[in-house]
C-alpha cells in the first residue's frame, strides 16, 4: 500500500511539473527572448518578452510558458498570435512586466492543439535570464 502511495503521488507530481516530461518538438520554437528593466513602470518592474515559431496544425491551438521566478512556484502565462510566417508557421509573443526587479526567472515553451501538447525546453536545459 505504501508503494502504491508513492507511486501515485511521483505520477501526480510528474504530470504537474512541466520539466519533467518536457522534450523540444518542431512544432515550437522559442526564437528569441529578452529580459530587462520593465516599461512603463518608473524603472521598478522586470520585463520578459519570448517569441515563438509555431507549426499551424489547426486553428484552435494555446501557446503559452511555463515560468518560475524566485519563489520556485510554477506558473502559466498565454502568449497571442503575432503575424503568419512561410510554410505553415505563425509567429507567437509574450510580453509582460513582473512586479521585481533582479530576480531570476526560467521558463519552457508550451503548445497545445488537436489534443496534443509539444514543448520547448532548450533541449532540458530550460531558457533563463534575469530581470534587471
Same mark, same amino acid.
Given at each position: 500500500?505504501?508503494?502504491?502511495? $508513492? *507511486?501515485?503521488?511521483?505520477?501526480?507530481?510528474?504530470?504537474?511539473?512541466?520539466? !519533467? #516530461? !518536457?522534450?523540444?518538438?518542431? +512544432? $515550437?520554437?522559442?526564437?528569441?527572448?529578452?529580459?530587462?528593466?520593465? *516599461?512603463?513602470?518608473?524603472? /521598478?518592474?522586470?520585463?520578459?518578452?519570448?517569441?515563438?515559431?509555431?507549426?499551424?496544425?489547426?486553428?484552435?491551438?494555446?501557446?503559452?510558458?511555463?515560468?518560475?521566478? &524566485?519563489?520556485? &512556484?510554477?506558473?502559466?502565462?498565454?502568449?497571442?498570435?503575432? /503575424?503568419?510566417? +512561410?510554410?505553415?508557421? =505563425?509567429?507567437? /509573443?509574450? #510580453?509582460?512586466?513582473?512586479?521585481? /526587479?533582479?530576480?531570476? $526567472? =526560467?521558463?519552457? !515553451?508550451?503548445? &497545445?492543439?488537436?489534443?496534443?501538447?509539444?514543448?520547448?525546453?532548450?533541449?532540458?536545459?530550460?531558457?533563463?535570464?534575469? *530581470?534587471?
Amino acid at each position: 500500500m505504501k508503494k502504491l502511495v $508513492i *507511486l501515485i503521488t511521483l505520477a501526480i507530481f510528474a504530470s504537474l511539473t512541466p520539466l !519533467a #516530461s !518536457a522534450s523540444a518538438a518542431d +512544432e $515550437i520554437r522559442v526564437t528569441d527572448f529578452v529580459t530587462g528593466v520593465g *516599461l512603463g513602470c518608473y524603472g /521598478r518592474c522586470g520585463y520578459l518578452s519570448v517569441t515563438f515559431k509555431v507549426k499551424n496544425i489547426d486553428y484552435d491551438k494555446s501557446v503559452s510558458i511555463f515560468f518560475k521566478g &524566485e519563489d520556485g &512556484e510554477w506558473r502559466e502565462l498565454a502568449a497571442y498570435y503575432s /503575424r503568419p510566417l +512561410e510554410y505553415g508557421f =505563425e509567429e507567437w /509573443r509574450i #510580453s509582460t512586466n513582473f512586479g521585481s /526587479r533582479g530576480g531570476s $526567472i =526560467e521558463f519552457v !515553451a508550451k503548445y &497545445e492543439v488537436d489534443g496534443e501538447v509539444y514543448w520547448d525546453n532548450n533541449f532540458k536545459h530550460n531558457f533563463s535570464g534575469v *530581470l534587471l
